[in-house]
C-alpha cells in the first residue's frame, strides 16, 4: 500500500509559494496536501473508519472467507539486487553474445541475448555469410534444454552419485592404459560436428593412440550423400545447391525448405528467387516428389506422390529424359547402368518435368534427401552434370574431416570383443542406432563403457559412466558451418549443473593439462588464424561469432560416371515393394534429440498438426484399403521387427506407403518425454535407413488420442489463403484484393469515430505467403520471446494450447493428391477492433501507435474478447500453467505450486509471465519497441525526437524467418519494407467485410505452374475458379448493376 | 363469436360474462385461513424432505464452484475457440425465466388483468431465485473473481474506468437493477400480507419477525393510498425493465462480430423467448404447489390456460425468430453467416438444435387445443419441454456459434465437464430450496389481492340486497 509521505514543512514565510492559499498558510491547504487525490472527491475521511481502512476490512473479511483458495491470489515476487554485478551489464538492458550451434548438417551461427547472464533468446547471426539472421524452430527452443531441469546433473559410476576427481581418475586410467598398448581397445562414438578444435585433439588422441576407434553416428546424417559425392567427384567434395541462381528445382524426397534439415542459405537462395512483387515478374519453378507432405511439397508447383523406393527408379525415369533432351552420353551410361525398380507414377509427369529441367541448362537443379543411399545421390549428380549444373546451381567445396567408422564398423567390433573402453559422447545410440545392431546388448559386453549426454537416458541407463554433458550455451568449443567456416561457440553462463563437454574429455585422455576457460579452442584458433595480432583477431572472433575467410576452398565438380555406377551395385532392387514404412525426420523433435523440451513437443507438425506424438501416416486410399481412421493403433512389421503406433490419414501422401517420423517414443528422457509417442527406431535397420519394405500393416483393435491444434483441413470456400497463377497475377494483379466476397463490399461508413492514431510510428505486419514454407521457426521464436507457457497434451487435446502465433494449414483440392497451405497466424492488431468494444474492464485497449494492447493486470478473464475475436488468436490461461505442474492441474490447490528455478531463468524479463484467468495475445512484440523507443528517446535527447530516425524494430517471429515472409514495420515510414510491401497488389487483409482493418495483411501466394503438366490447370486454383471469366476483379469499380452483384454473392 | 349476436341481448350477455376468478364461491375468511395456514402450520415431511434434497443439491453447485475459483475456469469444458458455454447458457436461461414474474406483476397489472392475482407473489418470488441463479454464472466465469469489482465504477488511482461499449457491462447494469427493481416490487407487495400473518402469528417469535418485515403496516387509509401509489410506480418502473433485460442480455450476442451472434433480431427473439420460459418454469413450479397446497380455487384452470396462451404465443414468436435466421442468413448472401446456420440444422450439434426446434416449436403447438391446456399432465408435460427446449435454444446460440466461426483452422467442439454439469445441476437445488423456504415463510398467494377480486370486493356488490358494501380496502387489510 502506498505510503503518504509528509510534505516538509517550510519555515516561517515560504520564499517560493506554490498558491496563495499557501502563501496565506491556510489550513485548506495542509488539507490539500495530506490527501492524495487533490482534485478528487472520492476519499471518505469522515469518522472512525476511513475509505483505506475500510477496504483493509474488507480485504482482510475477503481473505479471510477465500481460506484455503490460495489461487485466488494476485503472485507474488520479489525483486533482489545482486550482490555483486555480472560483467558489463546494465540492469533492465540485454546483452548480445555471437556463438553457435553445433549440428550434424552444419553449424548455426547465433546471438545469444542474454540478461543478468542468463541467456534467454536466440536469434541468427547476420554478419555469417550463410545466415540473412533466421533461424529455425530448433535453434530457437534449444535456449529452453539449456534450462531443461530433467537435465542430468551428477557423474555417475555403475548408477551411484561420484564426483569429477574420481571421474577424472577414471579417465586417467584409461589414457594410462590406452597409451601402452597403442590405443586398442579404445573407441569413441561422437556425433558428426566439424568442429576444429575437436579435430585438433582427435589428431592428438590418434598420434598417443594410433589404433582407437573414431566413429561418428548420426541416425539423420548425410551419409549417402556424402559418400555419392566423394565417390563421384573426389574425396572430401561437399556438394551444395544453390537455388538462388535456379530457375527450376526438382526435389526428391527432400525437404529443403526446412532449414533445419537443409541450411539457412539455401531457404534463403531459394525464396530470393520465389519472391514476386511486380506483376509479370519471373519466379523460380519448383517440382517436388516425395512420400508424405514436407513443407518443400506444399510450396511445390507440381507435386508427385511417390514410395519411398520409388526416388531411385524416379529418377531414372527422369534422368532419361534428361539425357535424351540433352544427349548427355555419361548421364545415359549411368542411367541405363541404374537397376530398373517399380514406378507407379504417372509417366507423363516424369517426362515433362525433365523437358522443363532440360530446357534450362545451368539453371535448374535436382536435389535428393538426406536419406536416400548413395546410389540415388549419385545417379542425380549424374543428371546435375547433364543439366550443366556444377559450378552454377550446384557448388563443390573442398572439406577436410577427419577419417571415421560407421556404426556397423563399430558393432562389429564391439561384437568380436575388440572394444574395451567406450566412450559416447553425445549421441544416444541406445535408442537411435539401427534395430539390427542391437546395440544396447552389444554395450554390456564391453568392458568400461563412459557416456557423456546432456540426459540420464537410455544410453546412460547401459553405461557404467555418465557424465553431464554442458551445453552448447555454457562451454566453450567451435564448429564449422555448411560452407566450412569456423564458428565460435561461447558459452553464456556456467555450467548450470557442473558437466563437462565433449572437448574437456578428449583433451584429459590426450594427457593435456585441464584447459582454462576458452583456451582449447583458442589454441586451435592460433593454428587457423592469419598471423599478425592474434588477440586482437580472437577478440574479433568472438565479437563476429565466426572467422572470415574460413570457407572450405571452392572445389569444380568433374563428374565421373564410372564410380557413380559402380555405387550402383549397392542398390538392391529387391528392398523394394509391399507397403513401405518410411523413416522421417521429425520436424519436432529431429531424431529424438529435443524430446524433453516442451515448446517443441507442444509445437505442432506442420502437415499434421499433431503436437506430443508422431503418427503412422496413411493415405486416404490405403487407410480406405486397410480400414483405418484416424487414432486408430496399428502393429507395422517387418520381417521379425515390428513397432506399435498410431495411424493418422494423411492427405497427399503416397498409397502403399505409411510415413512415420523418428524420435518419439523415448524412455527415461526426462518428465516432458515420458510416454510421448512411437519409437520407430525398432523397425529401422543397417539395410533400410530410410524405409523398410515388404511391411505389413495390422490393426490392433485399440485407439489412440491425438492432441491436434486443428483439426479441420479445408478453408470451406473462404478465401483465407489466397493463391493466384503467375499467369494470373500478370493478367489480373489485383485478384487477391477483389477475390470473393471483397469484390462486392461496398465502402463501409462507421458509426462512431475512432480514437486517433496518431503516433509517428504505426506498427504493422506483412506475411507472404509465397515464401511461408510453414516450417514453424517463428512459432518457437514467439513462445521463447514472450514467455508463452506450455500446457501439455492433455490440454491441448482439450484445445487450450497457448501458442500466440500458430500456423495455419489447409488442405486445398482433392484428398489425395492435394495442395497445402501455410498461413501464420497471430493478432492481426484491427484498428477497429472487435475485442477491445467488448471487453468490460478496458482490458485490452489500443495504442496511439495501433497496437491492440493487453493489460494483464487489469484482465479479469471474461473471455469475451476471444469470442468476438475473428481470427481467434486469443489465449487464455485456463489453469496456472506456468505455476502448476502439468499433471496436477486438476488438483487446484493441493497441486504443487511454483516453476523450477532453471527455467524461471529462462523467461525473457521484458515480459510478464501471465497468471492464470488472464487472456493474453500477440502485442507485435511490444517489448521490442518499447526499447527501441528508449533508445530513440535516448538518442535524441532534447532535441526533437521526430529529426532522429527510429531504430529499426523486428518482431521475434519476424527475426526468427529463414524465408523473410514476415516483415514487421513502421506503415507510415513510406521507406519501410512493410510499408512498400502493403502496396503490393498481392497485399490483402482477411475477412475485409468485417471493416476491423487489420494491420498484419497477408501477401497472395503466387504459383508458377508448368502448363503442359498433367494436372497443370488446377495448380495455383486453391479458391477456386471465379464464375466469370477475368475474376470478379474487372467491373467491380462501378457499383452500377448492385442486384447483378447481390445475386452473385449468393452463390459465392 | 356469431351466434352471440344472433341471441338476445340478455343471452349473450350471460354467455360472455367472465369465469370467476376464484372458484367454488370461497369466502374472504377462507382465502386468508388457506393460505395463511401454510406458514404457520408445521412443516410437513414431504417439505423436509424435498428440502434436504434441494439443499443438498445445492451444496453440489457451491462445492463445484469452490473447486472452480480454487482451480481455475479450466475445470469446465471451455477452450479456444469456445470460451463460453455452459456459463452463458445458463446465466442466459436462469435470466430468461427470470422474466415471467415481473412481466405478470407489472406489465399484467397495468393492464389490468386481474386473473395475475393469484399467482403474481410465486412468480414473482420465482423470478427473483431465478435471478439470483443466473448471477451466479456471469460472476463465476470470469478468471479472477476476485478482481470482479473492477466491473463496479470504483475510482481508482490508475483512473481507468470500465468500458462502456461493452455490453458485458451493460448486463451488470441491467441484470443488477432488475434484481434490485424486482426485489422492491415484490417486497412492497408483500406489506399488507405479511401484516396478516403478524397478526395471526401465535408465538412471539413470528409476532416478531413479521412484525418487523410488516414495517408497521395498520391498514390505514393513507397507508393503502401510499401503498397503491407505490405499487404503480415499481409497476412502472419494472414493465420497462421486463423488455430491457433481456434485449440487453441479447446485445452480448448481437453486437459482436461472431456469424450467429451478429443478429438484429436478437432482442425481440430474446425478450419473447424469455417470456416463453418464463412462463413455462411458472407452470412448472405452480402446478405441484397448487396440487399440494389445494390452491385449484385461487389458481384455477382458466389460470393455465391463458398462461399456456401466452406460452403459444411466444413460442410461435420464437418459432418465426428461429425461422427468419435462416431466411436472413440466405437473404444477406453472407457466406459465414449462412454456413453458421447450416452448422447449426447439420453440424455436429444438430441434436441440440433439433432438440431446441421441437421442444420450443413443435411440442407447444399442442396449445391450439383447449384439452392440452386445461389438462394438467400435458401441461406440465409440455412446459418441461419448453424449460429444456429454452435451456439449448441459449446452447445452440452459444456453442453452435463459437464452436467454428470464421477461420477454420480455429474450429473445435466443447464437451462439459462433470463440474460444468454438476455446477448447473445445482443451481436447481438453489433455486428449489429457495422457493421451497418461500412457501414455508411467506404468502404464496397475495392474499390481499385475491380478496379484492371477490365478488364481495366489488363496492357494489349484492347492491340488490340492500347492503352496503364495505369499502374494499377496509376488507383488505383486516384479518377475517
Redesign the interface.
Known amino acids: 500500500m ?1 505510503r503518504v509521505l509528509p510534505h516538509p514543512e517550510r519555515e516561517g514565510r515560504p520564499a517560493l509559494w506554490r498558491s496563495l492559499d499557501e502563501l496565506a498558510a491556510k489550513p485548506e491547504f495542509n488539507d490539500l496536501l495530506e490527501r ?2 487533490p482534485q ?1 472527491a ?1 476519499e471518505w475521511q469522515g469518522g472512525e473508519i476511513s475509505r483505506r481502512n475500510f477496504l483493509q476490512l474488507m480485504g482482510a473479511s ?1 481473505a479471510l472467507a ?1 481460506v ?6 494476485r503472485p507474488e515476487a520479489y525483486l533482489v539486487p545482486f550482490t555483486s554485478g555480472v560483467e558489463w551489464t546494465i540492469p533492465g538492458k540485454f546483452l548480445f553474445y555471437a556463438t553457435t550451434q553445433p549440428r550434424r548438417n552444419g553449424a548455426m551461427p547465433l546471438i545469444a541475448t542474454t540478461s543478468d547472464g542468463r541467456p534467454t533468446k536466440l536469434e541468427g547471426n547476420p554478419l555469417h555469410p550463410i545466415s540473412n539472421g533466421g533461424t529455425d524452430a530448433f535453434a530457437q527452443a534449444s535456449v529452453l534444454d539449456l534450462y531443461d531441469p530433467n537435465r542430468s546433473k551428477d557423474i555417475k559410476s555403475g548408477g551411484a552419485r561420484t564426483d569429477a576427481a574420481a571421474f577424472a581418475a577414471k579417465l586417467d586410467a584409461i589414457s594410462a592404459a590406452s597409451a601402452s598398448n597403442g590405443g586398442d581397445g579404445l573407441a569413441f562414438l561422437v556425433e558428426r560436428v566439424d568442429s576444429p578444435t575437436r579435430d585438433r585433439l582427435l589428431a592428438q588422441l590418434r598420434e598417443k593412440f594410433p589404433r582407437l576407434l573414431w566413429v561418428e553416428y548420426e541416425p539423420l546424417g548425410a551419409s549417402g550423400a556424402e559418400a555419392a559425392a566423394a565417390a563421384c567427384f573426389g574425396a572430401g567434395t561437399v556438394v551444395t545447391p544453390d537455388f538462388s541462381r535456379a530457375d527450376k528445382v526438382l526435389a526428391v524426397d527432400s525437404d529443403f525448405l526446412n532449414a533445419s534439415f537443409s541450411g539457412l542459405d539455401q531457404v534463403r537462395g531459394f525464396m530470393a528467387r520465389r519472391r514476386i512483387s511486380e506483376p509479370g515478374q519471373p519466379m523460380n519453378r519448383l517440382y517436388v516428389a516425395e512420400t508424405r507432405f514436407t513443407g518443400t511439397g506444399g510450396m511445390a508447383d507440381h507435386r508427385l506422390r511417390i514410395k519411398p523406393s520409388e526416388a531411385g527408379p524416379f529418377l531414372r525415369a527422369f534422368g532419361r529424359e534428361v539425357a535424351a533432351r540433352t544427349g548427355d552420353a555419361d548421364l545415359a551410361a549411368t542411367v541405363a547402368a541404374f537397376p530398373e525398380g517399380k514406378l507407379s507414377a504417372d509417366e507423363a509427369w516424369i517426362v515433362t518435368c525433365g523437358k522443363d529441367l532440360a530446357a534450362s541448362p545451368g539453371q535448374s537443379v535436382v536435389v535428393v534427401g538426406d536419406s536416400q543411399p548413395a546410389a540415388v545421390q549419385a545417379l542425380a549428380f549424374a543428371i546435375n552434370n547433364a543439366l550443366g549444373a556444377g559450378g552454377k546451381t550446384l557448388r563443390g567445396l573442398q572439406a577436410a574431416r577427419p577419417a571415421a567408422a560407421t556404426i556397423t564398423e563399430l558393432a562389429s567390433a564391439m561384437e568380436a570383443g575388440r572394444v574395451q573402453n567406450l566412450f559416447i559422447l553425445g549421441g544416444n545410440p541406445v535408442y537411435n542406432a539401427p534395430a539390427d545392431l542391437r546395440f544396447g546388448d552389444l554395450l554390456g559386453g564391453v568392458p568400461a563403457t563412459v557416456r557423456l549426454g546432456l540426459y540420464e537416458d537410455e544410453t546412460s541407463a547401459l553405461c557404467q559412466w555418465h557424465v553431464p554433458q554442458t551445453h552448447y550455451l555454457e562451454s566453450w568449443g567451435d564448429a564449422r558451418s555448411a560452407d566450412g567456416t569456423i564458428c565460435a561457440v561461447q558459452p553464456m553462463i556456467l555450467p548450470l549443473w557442473g558437466g563437462m563437454s565433449e572437448l574437456e574429455i578428449l583433451n584429459r585422455l590426450a594427457g593435456n593439462p585441464e584447459p582454462v576457460g576458452p583456451q582449447l579452442v583458442r589454441e586451435t584458433f592460433a593454428t587457423v588464424a592469419d598471423g599478425g595480432d592474434l588477440e586482437a583477431q580472437w577478440t574479433e572472433f568472438l565479437r563476429k561469432g565466426f572467422l572470415p575467410g574460413t570457407t572450405w576452398t571452392e572445389a569444380s565438380l568433374n563428374f565421373n560416371p564410372a564410380a557413380a555406377i559402380a555405387l550402383f551395385a549397392n542398390q538392391n532392387a529387391a528392398n523394394a515393394g509391399g507397403l513401405e514404412v518410411a523413416f522421417t525426420p521429425s520436424s519436432t523433435m529431429d531424431d529424438g534429440r529435443y524430446a524433453n523440451n516442451g515448446w517443441l513437443q507442444e509445437t505442432p507438425d506442420f502437415a499434421t498438426k499433431v503436437t506430443w506424438d508422431n503418427a503412422a501416416l496413411v493415405s486416404p486410399a490405403t487407410a480406405k484399403s486397410l480400414g483405418l481412421a484416424t487414432g486408430d493403433m496399428v502393429q507395422l512389421s517387418a520381417g521379425e521387427r515390428k513397432i506399435e503406433a498410431a495411424a493418422i490419414i494423411a492427405p497427399g501422401h503416397a498409397d502403399d506407403a505409411v510415413s512415420i517420423a523418428l524420435g518419439y517414443g523415448r524412455r527415461n528422457a526426462g518428465k516432458i518425454s515420458e510416454g510421448v509417442g512411437f519409437n520407430a527406431y525398432p523397425l529401422r535397420t543397417t539395410g533400410g535407413m530410410a524405409f523398410a519394405a515388404n511391411a505389413s500393416l495390422k490393426r490392433t483393435g485399440a485407439t489412440h488420442k491425438f492432441a491436434e491444434t ?9 478465401d ?1 489463403v489466397r493463391e493466384g497463377t503467375m499467369e494470373r497475377y500478370a493478367e489480373d494483379p489485383e485478384f487477391a484484393q477483389t477475390m ?2 471483397d469484390g462486392h463490399i461496398p465502402p463501409n461508413i462507421s458509426l462512431f469515430t475512432h480514437p486517433k492514431l496518431d503516433s509517428p510510428e504505426q506498427w504493422g505486419m506483412t506475411v507472404d505467403l509465397s515464401t511461408c514454407t510453414g516450417c514453424n521457426a517463428c512459432v518457437v521464436a514467439c513462445q521463447a520471446e514472450n514467455n508463452v507457457p506450455i500446457v501439455g497434451k492433455d ?1 491441448v487435446s ?4 497457448m501458442a500466440w502465433l ?1 500456423m ?3 488442405f486445398a483440392g482433392d484428398e489425395e493428391d492435394p495442395e497445402m497451405l501455410a ?1 501464420a ?1 497471430m493478432c492481426q492488431h484491427c484498428e477497429n477492433a ?1 475485442c ?7 482490458a485490452t485497449v489500443h495504442s496511439e501507435d495501433g497496437i491492440n494492447l493487453m493489460a494483464y493486470n ?7 474478447c ?3 475475436c ?3 488468436v ?7 500453467y506456468n505455476q502448476r505442474p502439468l499433471d496436477e ?5 493441493l497441486a504443487k505450486k511454483g516453476m523450477a528455478e532453471s527455467l524461471q531463468m529462462s523467461k525473457n524479463p521484458n515480459v510478464t509471465v501471465r ?5 493474453e495475445k500477440c502485442m507485435y512484440c511490444i517489448q521490442r519497441i518499447e526499447e527501441a523507443k528508449i533508445t530513440h528517446a535516448v538518442k535524441a535527447g532534447p532535441t526533437d525526437k521526430s529529426k532522429v530516425s527510429f531504430p529499426e524494430v523486428k518482431s521475434a517471429c519476424q527475426q526468427a524467418c529463414p524465408s523473410e515472409s514476415i516483415v514487421f514495420g513502421n506503415i507510415n515510414d513510406p521507406q519501410s519494407r512493410v510499408a512498400r510491401l502493403k502496396l503490393e497488389p498481392r497485399n490483402y487483409s ?2 475485409k ?2 471493416n ?1 482493418s487489420p494491420r498484419t495483411t497477408y501477401l497472395a501466394r503466387i504459383k508458377n505452374p508448368n502448363m503442359a503438366m498433367p494436372g497443370a490447370d488446377k495448380v495455383g486454383w486453391a479458391n477456386g475458379h471465379p464464375h466469370h471469366g477475368g475474376g470478379h476483379g474487372e467491373d467491380h469499380g462501378s457499383h452500377g448493376a448492385p442486384a447483378e452483384h ?1 445475386t452473385e ?2 452463390g ?1 | 363469436m356469431a351466434d352471440v349476436f344472433m341471441q338476445s341481448p340478455e343471452a349473450a350477455a350471460k354467455r360472455i360474462e367472465r369465469a370467476p376468478l376464484v372458484t367454488s364461491n370461497r369466502s374472504m375468511a377462507w382465502i386468508t385461513n388457506h393460505v395463511a395456514s401454510c406458514t404457520e402450520k408445521r412443516a410437513p415431511l414431504w417439505w423436509w424432505i424435498a428440502f434436504m434434497l434441494s439443499a443438498s443439491l445445492a451444496t453440489v453447485s457451491v462445492l463445484c464452484i469452490g473447486y472452480l475459483i480454487s482451480t481455475g475456469v479450466g475445470v469446465w469444458g471451455l477452450n479456444h475457440p469456445v470460451g463460453w458455454a455452459w456459463d452463458i447458457t445458463n446465466f442466459v436461461f436462469w435470466i430468461g425465466i427470470g422474466h415471467a414474474g415481473t412481466l405478470i406483476s407489472a406489465i399484467l397489472f397495468l393492464t389490468r388483468q386481474k386473473w395475475r392475482t393469484s399467482i403474481n407473489r410465486a412468480a414473482e418470488a420465482m423470478t427473483l431465485f431465478a435471478v439470483v441463479c443466473a448471477g451466479i454464472f456471469p460472476a463465476v466465469h470470469v478468471g479472477r473473481i476476485w478482481m470482479v469489482w473492477f466491473l463496479a465504477p470504483v475510482p481508482n488511482s490508475n483512473a481507468i474506468w470500465q468500458n462502456f461499449r461493452s455490453p458485458l457491462l451493460w448486463d451488470v447494469f441491467a441484470v443488477s437493477t432488475y434484481f434490485t427493481v424486482s426485489v422492491l416490487f415484490w417486497y412492497t407487495g408483500l406489506v399488507p400480507d405479511l401484516a396478516t400473518l403478524r397478526d395471526r402469528a401465535k408465538t412471539k417469535l413470528r409476532r416478531f419477525f413479521y412484525g418487523i418485515l410488516a414495517l408497521g403496516w395498520r391498514g390505514g387509509n393513507r397507508q393503502w393510498k401510499h401503498y397503491e401509489m407505490a405499487y404503480l410506480i415499481l409497476a412502472g418502473l419494472s414493465t420497462p425493465l421486463v423488455l430491457s433485460v433481456h434485449s440487453v442480455v441479447s446485445f452480448d450476442f448481437a453486437t459482436s462480430v461472431i456469424p450467429g451472434w451478429h443478429t438484429t433480431i436478437f432482442p425481440p427473439y430474446f425478450v419473447a423467448g424469455a417470456i416463453f420460459g418464463g412462463f413455462a418454469m411458472v407452470l412448472t413450479i405452480m402446478l405441484p404447489a397448487r396440487a399440494i397446497f389445494g390452491l385449484h380455487d385461487l389458481i384455477t384452470d382458466d389460470h393455465v390456460d391463458k398462461m399456456c396462451k401466452i406460452i403459444l404465443l411466444t413460442g410461435s414468436i420464437v418459432g418465426y425468430a428461429y425461422a427468419m435466421e435462416f431466411f436472413i442468413a440466405w437473404y444477406g448472401g453472407n457466406l459465414f453467416e449462412q454456413y453458421a446456420f447450416i452448422n447449426r440444422a447439420t453440424g455436429p450439434y444438430w441434436w441440440a438444435y433439433w432438440s431446441m426446434i421441437f421442444c420450443n416449436v413443435v411440442a407447444p403447438q399442442l396449445f391450439w387445443m383447449r384439452f392440452f391446456r386445461r389438462h394438467v399432465l400435458w401441461v406440465f408435460v409440455v412446459c418441461m419441454f419448453v424449460n429444456a427446449g429454452m435451456w439449448f435454444e441459449r446452447f445452440v446460440i452459444i456453442v453452435t456459434s463459437l464452436h467454428r466461426d470464421f477461420l477454420p483452422s480455429s474450429w473445435g467442439m466443447f464437451y462439459p465437464t462433470w463440474v460444468d454439469i454438476w455446477t448447473f445441476v445445482g443451481t436447481f437445488g438453489i433455486f428449489l430450496s429457495l422457493f421451497l423456504v418461500f412457501i414455508r415463510w411467506l404468502p404464496m398467494i397475495c392474499i390481499f389481492e385475491v380478496k379484492a377480486v371477490l365478488p364481495e370486493a366489488d363496492p357494489h356488490h349484492g347492491d340488490h340486497d340492500g347492503h352496503a358494501a364495505a369499502p374494499a380496502a377496509a376488507l383488505k387489510g383486516g384479518a377475517h
Open positions: 502506498k492524495e487525490f478528487g472520492a475477503m477465500g484455503g483458495l490460495t489461487g485466488c491470489r486443428q483439426s479441420h483441413q479445408s478453408m470451406e470456400g473462404r483465407l470473393g466476397m490440454q482439450r484445445g487450450r494450447n500458430r495455419d494449414r489447409y498461413q497466424i472487435p477491445e468494444t467488448v471487453c468490460p474492464v478496458n487489469r484482465c479479469i478473464g471474461t473471455r469475451y476471444a469470442n468476438n475473428p481470427w481467434k486469443r489465449r487464455f490461461n485456463f489453469f496456472d492441474l486438476y488438483l487446484g490447490p497468471m492464470r484467468g488472464v487472456m482477411m475477412l467485410y468485417l476491423v447481390a454473392a449468393h459465392t
